[in-house]
């Protein structure tokens, strides 16, 4: 991939634009749409409110 930087800059330019993009993708809509807790996390929350249950 180095290579591509040092040998077409119109490639490196693309690689460049699609990366930007990705990064702006993620900024602004998918970061606030992933899964919010890791599995070890959501258990323990369940634990907590049957404890409040019970």
């Known amino acids: 991939m180095i290579a591509t930087f040092l040998v077409d800059p119109v490639a490196a330019g693309a690689t460049l634009g699609a ?6 993708y993620f900024g602004l809509y998918s970061r ?3 899964a919010a807790a ?4 959501e258990f323990a929350a369940l634990a907590k ?3 409040e249950l019970t």
């Open 32 to 34: 606030h749409h992933l």
């Open 38 to 41: 890791a599995p070890d996390e």
């Open 49 to 51: 409110v049957e404890e």
């Open 19 to 24: 990366f930007a993009l990705f990064v702006l």
